[in-house]
């Protein structure tokens, strides 16, 4: 008999032997960036989570370095009337994101700062990029993509991210980055895997991005796949990234652990999205579950099965009552 119940006899013993953590710095918190002065306005699917302006965002963002966490995502939210067929909005030169962006490494340079890059959030259709014959035109949007990733870069941000899931969109921002001589200064985290989820519907909610009509099946990954989120890592790898990430997270442990296995060299970044933040939020609020405990027990999951960031809209009450 081996007596594994050594291990577990009490609260020190346990902490001995435990060998997964989750620190500060494992964390990157998601922003909504909305116009604006003063605004602060709360989703409703998503309790504790804000669209921002950006002076409140820079007040915010302040707070959440001083409890450690030091890195931001931020996604932008504009009226729908400012929306039109090519996203323009995405990659003009004074964007929003862009906006937001000076401002942060202006007031806490010491943050990191993450964009998203895709279109959904600015296209009167609500897909991740051009449109032809009812489908996105995937070639067709890579350019735009690479713009919008090289205003973001020129604007001071430390990582830009995209997560259109169009074809060689890494191999593009790569190259604009390169000619433009900004590669150095602003590195490449993939949303590789990214699954067509369900999970991601609080969200469309907070960006207002849901598509107008049909689904996003055609460029986001089908689930039902064994292998093919592996594929896409290894491309996004090939490409140039030099992160990469699965997302939702909490249903696809198996491909975060299966992605840092063989690709150990490049950090791996989890996304619990925002219907994995609203099921803990609202089965904690009818009493059904102790939300601390599985906060933690989820936020472990991820880092055990080998993520070394997190994205996590958890992030900041995590640190503030919990850590
Ligand atoms: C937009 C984007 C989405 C998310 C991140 N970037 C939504 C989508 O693809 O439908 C989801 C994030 C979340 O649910 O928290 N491309
Ligand atoms: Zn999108």
Avoid at 145 to 162: I, Q, R, S, T
Avoid at 222 to 237: M, N, P, S, V
Avoid at 238 to 255: C, F, H, Q, R, S
């Amino acid at each position: 008999m081996i007596r594994y119940r050594d291990y577990r006899k009490d609260q020190a013993t346990r902490d001995k032997y435990a060998d997964v953590e989750l620190r500060a710095s494992d964390f990157i918190y998601p922003y909504f960036v909305v116009e604006g002065t003063g605004v602060k306005s709360e989703i409703s699917s998503m309790p504790g989570i804000y669209r921002f302006s950006i002076d409140m965002l820079v007040e915010d963002v302040k707070e959440v370095y001083k409890l450690g966490v030091d890195k931001v995502l931020l996604f932008g939210v504009i009226n729908d009337d400012l929306k039109d067929e090519r996203g323009t909005q995405a990659y003009s030169e004074d964007a929003l994101v862009c906006r937001a962006v000076k401002a942060l490494k202006k007031a806490v340079p010491q943050v990191l700062v993450f964009t998203d890059v895709c279109l959904c959030e600015y296209t009167n259709h609500g897909h991740c990029g051009l449109l032809k014959d009812n489908d996105v035109d995937n070639d067709a949007t890579l350019p735009l993509l690479a713009e919008m990733a090289y205003v973001h870069a020129k604007a001071g941000a430390d990582f830009v991210a995209p997560s259109a899931m169009m074809d060689g969109q890494i191999e593009a921002l790569d190259k604009k980055l390169r000619e433009t001589g900004l590669r150095d200064k602003c590195k490449i985290m993939a949303y590789s895997a990214k699954y067509a989820s369900a999970y991601y519907g609080p969200f469309r909610d907070a960006a207002d991005s849901a598509p107008s009509f049909g689904d996003r099946r055609t460029y986001q990954m089908d689930y039902r796949t064994h292998d093919q989120g592996l594929g896409e890592i290894a491309a996004d790898i090939a490409e140039g990234a030099d992160w990469t990430m699965v997302k939702p997270a909490m249903p696809y442990l198996d491909i975060i652990a299966r992605g840092v296995e063989k690709f150990p060299d490049t950090p791996m970044v989890a996304y619990q999205v925002s219907g994995e933040y609203s099921m803990i939020k609202s089965a904690a609020k009818m009493g059904y579950l102790d939300e601390k405990r599985i906060v933690f027990e989820s936020l472990i999951a991820i880092k055990r099965a080998g993520a070394k960031y997190i994205i996590s809209y958890y992030a900041k009450e995590y640190m503030q009552k919990w850590a």
